[in-house]
């Protein structure tokens, strides 16, 4: 499967695109699309450069992207890791579909990430591209952006790290890359805090079970 390609698998009258994070490609939300395609949706794997591109040139990339989706399905729903959260954050104010459904967000950094702030303070942030900037800290909080009321949206943040050299770098509770409170944001309506790390929450069972409940419910639980 090229990684530069959408991973759709046909379902039902309902969409659910998923965007991965930082780094990462397709790959990393497979497991969570299959499980969710498995529940009779029809998932859409999304693709998209996320160390070569602005904050603001990723919205537009799926901007035009997600409206055609609109047109076809009953209901697009949205299940993101990371930084792919931070891109529906953003995405969410530029779209007045009615058929925008339910949300769910896997350890986003909506208040930034010390890590990134550590890059920073070392002149290591470039590695990460441009979210080296907008990812720190200072630079997420005077993003400013609400979700929308009237679209239902999940946080779940992990608070198991596997990583003890960054783990010692944050001094609450957190996933080994983001503080959990980072991962608030306003607008949301339902926080879960799970036993997951950063890396493979999107792979976590109970994050998987929680994702598809809401989406179909508009609870966790």
């Known amino acids: 499967m090229p990684w530069h390609r959408p991973r759709v698998r046909r379902g039902g009258d309902e969409t659910v695109i998923l965007l991965h994070g930082l780094w990462r490609s397709v ?15 029809q998932t859409i794997n999304c693709p998209y450069a996320s160390f070569k591109l602005s904050l603001s040139e990723m919205v537009e990339q799926f901007s035009h992207f997600v409206r055609e ?10 299940v993101t890791h990371s930084l792919g959260g931070v891109v529906v954050r953003q995405l969410l104010q530029q779209l007045e579909s009615d058929k925008i459904g339910h949300v769910v967000m896997l350890a986003p950094p909506h208040q930034g990430s010390e890590i990134v702030d550590w890059l920073q303070s070392y002149n290591l942030h470039r590695v990460l591209g441009p979210a080296g900037n907008f990812l720190s800290t200072s630079s997420m909080e ?11 949206v999940a946080v779940i943040m992990g608070k198991q790290s596997l990583l003890p050299f960054f783990r010692s770098m944050l001094d609450q509770q957190n996933d080994g890359i ?23 929450i999107s792979s976590n069972e ?5 994702t598809e409940h809401f989406l179909r419910t508009g609870s966790l639980h």
Not at 142 to 152: E, G, H, Q, S, Y
């Open 27 to 41: 790959w990393a939300m497979e497991p969570m699309a299959q499980y969710l395609n498995g529940c009779g949706y």
């Open 69 to 78: 989706q609109c047109k076809e399905a009953k209901k697009v729903h949205f």
């Open 142 to 152: 005077a993003l400013d952006t609400k979700l929308p009321d009237a679209i239902p």
């Open 178 to 200: 983001v503080s959990v409170e980072r991962g608030q944001v306003a607008g949301t309506n339902q926080f879960e805090i799970i036993e997951a790390d950063h890396t493979y």
């Open 206 to 210: 109970d994050a998987m079970s929680m």
